[in-house]
């Protein structure tokens, strides 16, 4: 797979791309890994997250714009996939504190199977 010299070894997200934490994947290809959240808010709760490690949002950069795109293509994909284009879901990406970011590798929760409270916060 290309960008396994991005992985960091402390990283639990980049565990679950090298195979050395289990988890259960629903898609990957070159760029990105999906995988079902292991405390679902939602009837479905997936995360999708890029192959290479991110800390966050804000490590990504201008040359990172295709693979920040491929990521929300991809949630469509999983979305049909799945069975929930048409009944809805949301993205979520958490960045920083005051977001409530856990986990220091960039990703995406795909939530839905359920109607979603807003406003958000
Ligand atoms: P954050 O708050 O950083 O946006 O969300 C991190 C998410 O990662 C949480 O929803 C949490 O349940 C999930 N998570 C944390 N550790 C693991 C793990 O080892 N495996 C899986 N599948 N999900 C995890
Ligand atoms: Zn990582």
């Known amino acids: 797979m290309s960008n396994t010299g991005n992985l960091e070894s402390t990283c639990i997200f980049c565990k679950i791309i090298n195979g ?3 988890s259960r994947i629903v898609y990957r290809d070159d760029l990105v890994t999906a995988f079902h959240d292991i405390h679902p808010v939602a009837p479905l709760h997936i995360l999708i997250i890029p192959n290479k490690h991110f800390h966050s ?4 950069n201008i040359e990172d714009e295709p693979l920040l795109g491929h990521l929300l293509t991809v949630a469509h994909q999983i979305a049909i996939r799945v069975g929930v284009e048409q009944s809805g879901y949301r993205l979520i990406l958490n960045t920083g504190p005051d977001a409530g970011q856990a986990v220091f590798h960039l990703h995406f929760h795909l939530i839905g199977g ?3 409270r807003f406003p958000m916060g």
Not at 57 to 60: D, H, I, M, P, V
């Open 20 to 22: 050395e934490s289990p």
């Open 57 to 60: 949002l804000n490590l990504a």
């Open 114 to 116: 359920r109607r979603m």
